[in-house]
C-alpha cells in the first residue's frame, strides 16, 4: 500500500500534459476530459492492469514453449516412407500434397496433408 501511496505522489507531481500523455499510453479511454485527480487513478489501475497482462502473456509464453519442447522430440518419431501404409494410401488418395504421419508420445498419430 504504501508503494501505491508513492507512486500516486510521483504522480500527482506531474503536469496533466505529462498525465494524459501516459493515458493515452495505457490506452485510458475519454482521458482528455478527466481532471488531474481522476487521471492519476486510472493511470494507476490501468498500469496494474497492464502488469497483471504482461505477467499472464509471460505465463502463456513459457506455456508455449514447453509445449514446443514437447512437439519437437515428438516430431523425432516421424514414421518412414517405407513403413508405412498408411502413408501409402493417404498419397495415393492426395497425390500432389506431402503428407507427414508422427507417432505421438500416447500412441495416436499426428497427420499432416500439406
Do not use: H
Request: with cysteine; proline share 2%; aromatic share 4%.
Amino acid at each position: 500500500m504504501d508503494n501505491n501511496e508513492n507512486k500516486k505522489d510521483q504522480l500527482l507531481k506531474l503536469t496533466v500534459r505529462i498525465l494524459r500523455q501516459e493515458a493515452k499510453k495505457l490506452l485510458i479511454p475519454l482521458y482528455s476530459r478527466k481532471n488531474k485527480a481522476l487521471l492519476v487513478d486510472l493511470i494507476l489501475k490501468y498500469q496494474k492492469k497492464a502488469l497483471i497482462e504482461n505477467q499472464i502473456n509471460n505465463d502463456r509464453e513459457l506455456y508455449v514453449d514447453k509445449n514446443c519442447k514437447d512437439n519437437s522430440e515428438v516430431s523425432k518419431n516421424i514414421i518412414s516412407d517405407e513403413d508405412s501404409k498408411l502413408k501409402r494410401l493417404l498419397s495415393k488418395s492426395f497425390p500432389d500434397k506431402k503428407i507427414t504421419v508422427t507417432d505421438n508420445k500416447d500412441g495416436s498419430q499426428t497427420i499432416l496433408i500439406n
